[in-house]
């Protein structure tokens, strides 16, 4: 039956990759991919209830994920209604692409580390919708802010999720894996700024505001809602680590927390003022699709893990190929195609701390690789997974556009931290 189960889950990422071609929406197929897996697993068992209950342990953590990616992506929409990223874009003056692409990559990289992959990846691309109005150059940027994302948040121990699990299973300290993994990371989105930056020229086409007679926004409105957001943002990692909730926890107490400070601003408002500012309409316009997308991905990926493939795979890779570093260069490859949280979740079961203890040079590298590896194919990490939901970015044009700089990113990377690690 696991024969069955790959066969099932390798189609609908063929199917995903060809959405365009089927003309159907990916995260219909995704939902499908992900139930036929679990139809496919629970149907060639022999102890029923012990799938039932995998599946239900495996909901808890996939919902954590989603309404963290829905309290994330409204606040996010609550500030853009309230028109606070204008702060920001105001500041970036430049129209020049290849300054640009400097700017909007250094402020992923480190917003990235300090809040996380996924939520940066979202704030970043709603600024890019305010700075270009050209969709191919935004969907470039977009890219790279994936690679950016993904490279920021593997040396945080805060910015990703497998770089979290490391922390809290006791196998990495934040200060050494921040002193370790920083100079790998940086590498590891330069490499490709690098390599995109000569075919960037001129400068990009910024969208022309909409004259609004009826804006009723205060410049003390926008900063008010633009702080509130990202102090809220920033405070989710700061509530996990005092109470040791999970992040959606946090992310939704600050929803709760804007959501009564927009409603308290606009009181004693005509209900037409108010109703593009509230987070009702902010609800309405998150991307529903994206977020059933990503359930069903990570639906299906949970099956391959509950019905052992993921834990076959990395026995095999333990026993056919006997060098470290060359099973986490692999992981970190094989997490392009599936989830990294399963791959890590693995590495953390096969390896005891007895055999490799904290800080040892094999966590270490698992945090680079799993953490920089998904962006070599969009649909390898969570960043990767949001932006394509939001920009309507095809696997094939980021698979010719930036699947090749993020590997030759990665490797590079990859080379720097086994000669820091040496010398």
Sequence with gaps: ????????????YIAITLEDVLQTNKAAVALITGVLCWTLYILGATERDSVVQALAAHMGEIAQILFFLLGAMVTVELIDAHEGFEIITDRLRTTHKRRLLWMVCGITFFLSAMLDN??????????LRKLMEDRNDRILFTGLTVLAANAGGAWSPMGDVTTTMLWTGGQISALNIVKML??????SILVPILLVLPGLKGAVAVPVPMADPTKTISRRDQKMVLGAGLLILLGVPIFKTFTHLPPFMGMLLGLGLIWVLTEYMHTGKSEEDKAVHTVVYALRKVDSPSILFFLGILIAVASLQSSGVLIQVATWLNETIHNPSLIVLLIGLLSAIVD?????????????LEQFPMDHYFWEFLAYCAGTGGSILIIGSAAGVAAMGMER???????RRISWVALLGYLAGALIYMAQFAF
């Design 1 to 12: 039956m696991d024969l069955w189960i790959i066969l099932f889950f390798t189609l609908g």
């Design 118 to 127: 996924l939520t940066t990846t979202i704030v970043i691309i709603t600024l």
């Design 182 to 187: 920083f100079l790998p990371s940086l590498v």
């Design 340 to 352: 990294n949280v399963p791959l890590v979740a693995a590495a953390q079961g096969m390896y005891s």
């Design 393 to 399: 970015i095809e696997f094939f044009w980021y698979l």
